[in-house]
């Protein structure tokens, strides 16, 4: 009997823990999320948006190729961060510094009028800069909140979509400018957390074949997320792009 008592106490404990879980949420990881949504919100407003880099009107030339060059520019920046992690992990501010410059893209795209390549440049820096900050704050999640992991990516794409939602009430002009935001709010906010959380410097710099041993990640899992993202991706673009189906094409989706 003493004994299923004290099971009995020691489960009601936990579950009042976890009730109260939310009152002894650390306000920096709350910062931390919120920033994350921001860079997200980045990436999915480049993604969809079709007048990213100069607003309506700004460049014709070579117009459909700059989410080309976007999704070419962030498997770029992914696959020199994967070659180079060894080293890249120890350079946290410096990577952040990088992806607010490349977060700045848009100031650069306001002459692609007159100089049209610049578009095709803006859409680079803005596939890099996503893909580093992107890296940053998942390691943040991942790390630091890996007992809270689920509400945190929940959390996080919710606010990305809120914040990605917001640019439809935005005039065409400015659209470039909004998104520029997302992305120097997102980077201000790392920048802020590497100088005024502690738990920033006990991010761990792991080589690189030692993690995927943890991880056990093999060409199998691999080519299994491969396939699975390109079947959300085709179902996206099909929900994103209502003109070139009909209704019944988009439901059974």
């Known amino acids: 009997m003493d004994r299923e008592g004290l099971k009995g106490a020691s489960s009601k404990a936990k579950r009042r823990e976890k009730r109260n879980e939310w009152l002894f949420v650390n306000p920096y990881l709350v910062a931390g999320v919120v920033g994350a949504s921001f860079c997200f919100a980045w990436f999915f407003s480049v993604l969809t948006t079709s007048d ?42 410096a990577l952040a510094v990088i992806s607010l410059v490349c977060g700045a893209a848009p100031l650069i795209g306001v002459f692609s009028g007159a100089f049209p390549a610049l578009g095709l440049a803006a859409a680079a820096l803005s596939g890099a800069g996503v893909a580093v900050l992107a890296t940053l704050w998942v390691e943040f999640v991942c790390v630091l909140m890996k007992v809270q992991i689920r509400a945190a990516v929940a959390s996080m794409l919710a606010l990305s979509f809120l914040w990605y939602a917001g640019t439809v009430f935005v005039d065409g002009r400015f659209v470039p400018y909004a998104i520029m935001l997302y992305a120097l709010a997102s980077v201000s906010t790392y920048l802020f957390l590497q100088v005024r ?9 792991v080589d690189a074949a030692e993690s995927d041993e943890r991880l056990q990640i093999t060409w199998k899992p691999s080519l299994l997320t491969v396939m699975g993202s390109v079947a959300q991706g085709f179902a996206l673009y099909w929900l994103l792009t209502p003109e070139v189906h009909t209704f019944g094409v988009s439901a059974a989706i």
Not at 65 to 71: D, M, S, T, Y
Not at 198 to 203: A, I, N, P, R
């Open 52 to 93: 990213f880099v100069a607003g309506p009107g700004g460049t014709s030339f070579g117009s459909s190729l700059l989410h080309p060059v976007f999704v070419a520019a962030l498997l770029f920046a992914y696959a020199v961060l994967w070659l180079l992690s060894n080293r890249l992990q120890t350079h946290r501010v």
């Open 197 to 205: 959380f502690s738990l920033m410097d006990d991010l761990p710099a």
